[in-house]
């Protein structure tokens, strides 16, 4: 039995996010549940989840409001912030909607496409795994929530 199994995770995101994403966690062994718009992510997280993904582009780039809704109503629920694909936004404005994410609750802040230059596409999949899997392991489950 793998050790996160049962296990919830909400991918938050664009469709191609969606997809890449829930690819890249598939070695983990979770559940995931997608939603690409902000109710359908909240109805989700009513519904029982253990951790949440959310893509920087995610319902026309409604990151940061999801990131404040969902630690209000779970702030015991592990949320992690995720570009996941390469997008013409400036470096600047990057840093600053990852630094805002974590102001309002995002146990982690990831640039897939930053690490996948700078370490190859299969490398920067594992981090993404690893850090999500370091976050859903410490996370109450979501039948316990």
């Not at 829930?22 to 997608?34: Q, Y």
């Not at 359908?40 to 519904?47: I, M, S």
């Not at 309002?104 to 802040?109: D, E, H, R, Y």
Request: aromatic residues 4%; contains cysteine.
């Amino acid at each position: 039995m793998h050790p996160f199994q049962g296990r919830r995770i909400l991918i938050a995101s664009t469709l191609l996010g969606g997809s890449t994403l829930r690819r890249i966690l598939e070695p983990l062994g979770v559940e995931t549940v997608c939603a690409v718009t902000r109710e359908e992510a909240l109805d989700r997280v009513g519904e029982g989840v253990d951790l949440v993904v959310c893509s920087l582009r995610f319902d026309e780039s409604r990151m940061l409001d999801l990131v404040a809704e969902v630690a209000a109503l779970r702030p015991d629920l592990p949320f992690v912030c995720c570009r996941v694909v390469d997008s013409d936004l400036p470096q600047a404005s990057l840093r600053a909607a990852f630094t805002a994410a974590g102001h309002l609750g995002a146990v982690a802040v990831i640039d897939f496409p930053e690490l996948a230059r700078s370490e190859g596409t299969g490398l920067a999949e594992r981090d993404v795994r690893e850090s999500v899997a370091i976050h859903l392991y410490g996370a109450p489950h979501a039948s316990m929530s």
